[in-house]
């Protein structure tokens, strides 16, 4: 196995192209090679020196939900025409990137026309909002990304829409032109039954309602005045949503995310269960291998529950933020506790849905970045990368994560610009929100920095990205805890297809030796480790393993 390999890299240019001096033998240092090796040309054996691992990435199936999505912020991410907001030529430019890194799905956040930044609000839902770009534009991502085997999501917010929307604008109007006392007509006025209007004072003291000027009613927005909320029990709303649907996949969008789920009908789950069952059955109907994942911000017995719809896919927010299991446990060292959490969740998720696909995640658009979960420790940073990408499921990745980006406080911080290169401008710069604050500081360095050093988050975030792709059972696996007789030590067994992986992970901060038998456990080799600093490695001695501090043993 490795030791002390690949530990200088060097830039070639200005692009993505990098030259890389690779250690071989028996600690001996190879002479820098005299002619330029495109890294994209490389093979994982050759960026980390590992000549006993000879497995190759399995094929994924365009229809095969089982991904590793990426989710990038448009406004924010790359930046193809010097106006300092990402658009979607920019992401285009770097779909080799991401594709590079071992990301075979995206998820966009919200593309529609929207007077806001983030457009969670929705103008207008057959269009890209100009900032970005246009529908060419869009589906020659769309192209491009299918060319490289990635699916693409986009974010489907009906909860509500921007109070600039048509149907809105001309319920209000409409509302504004009725006489005292005089009840709305919905065939007259459709629109008018679009969202939950109420008679001013019948909603009286009711925070979540504003009233319509020159009006004697009022709405509904649970989030704001500018985001009235659609009435998803009118049957007109729903054939709306359905013709939305219908325009994106047929410009080859693979499936969506579904925005603020549990405020459908805020505080009636049973009612939120039925609008879900209503989607799930619609979208087979129109495109029967389209991924959706919703989003319901809530502890792991809710999402349970929520499973019961028959709803593929839910993001797993027990696991997520600087309060879920993985930092919690990681930050305790604690691995037992959270081997044991991983077993009980997923059989709970099954029991629930048998046909679930989860969807774990550290951070994303509306949390604090996982750098400052873990108090800037890049080894703690990297170990709760790793966890999520050995969990079973559909693995999301905030864009930026893999750079060990900053940001938190104010959402504007959050969604501040990808860190592409250690200057503030250039190509695919952004500038990022206006109201974010100008004393963010990736202090790991932007990309350019990090690749060139092999023991930065980027490159251990590849290699990681890599294993997951390499090995099905990881994350297609049932998860089984093993208590390995220490609690510091996150034991599981992955199980799929006939085959069983043995994932073991120190979250200690010193090396542990651990004794797991081969007549119990049936493995027969170390297949590939993850250590946070190259020097070190993974040895296996028999049955006995050892694991630097913060290190992870694959045994098959």
Known sequence: MRKNLLKKMFALTLSSVMAISVLYGCGKEAEEPSTTINKADLTPQEYYGVDSWDAVEYEVAKEDH?????????????????????????LISKLDYIEEMGFNGIWLMPIMPSGTYHKYDVDDYYDIDSKYGTLEDYTDLIDACHSRNINVIIDLVFNHTSSSHEWFTTACNYYKSLGAGEEPDFEECPYANYYNFA??????????????????????????????DLNLDNPLVRAEIEDVVDFWINLGTDGFRLDAVKEYFSGHKTKNLEVLDWFETYIRSVKEDAFVVGEVWEPYSSIKSYY????????????????????????????????????????????????????????NHDTGRIAGFCNYDENRIKLAGAINQIMSGCSFVYYGEELGMTGSGKDENKRAPMAWTSYKSGYGITVGPTAMDSDIVNQ???????????????????????????????????????????????????????????ILCNFGEEEKTITLSKDTYAYEKLIEYLVTNTDNEVKLNGDSITIPAYGIAFLK
């Open 66 to 90: 089982y991904r590793n999505y990426y989710e990038v912020f448009v406004y924010s991410f790359a930046d193809s025409d010097g106006d300092g907001i990402g658009d979607i030529q920019g």
């Open 199 to 228: 008679k001013t004072e019948d909603v009286k003291g009711k925070s979540t309602y504003s009233k319509i000027s020159g009006s004697e009613y009022s709405y509904e927005g649970m989030f704001w005045s500018g985001m009235p």
């Open 308 to 363: 019961n719809s028959g709803f593929e896919s839910f993001f797993d927010y027990g696991y997520g933020n600087n309060s879920g299991y993985i930092i919690t446990n990681i930050n305790t060292r604690n691995g037992l506790a959270l081997s044991e959490k991983l077993e009980k969740t997923e059989k709970g998720y099954f029991e629930s849905n048998p046909n679930m696909v989860n969807s774990p995640f550290l951070s």
């Open 444 to 502: 790991f360095g932007a990309l350019d920095t990090q690749e060139k050093d092999i023991d930065s988050i980027y490159w251990y975030y590849r290699k990681m990205l890599h294993i997951r792709r390499t090995y099905e059972e990881i994350a297609k696996g049932s998860t089984t805890s093993i208590d390995a007789g220490d609690k510091e030590i996150c034991a599981i067994s992955k199980e799929y297809n006939g085959e069983t992986m043995y």
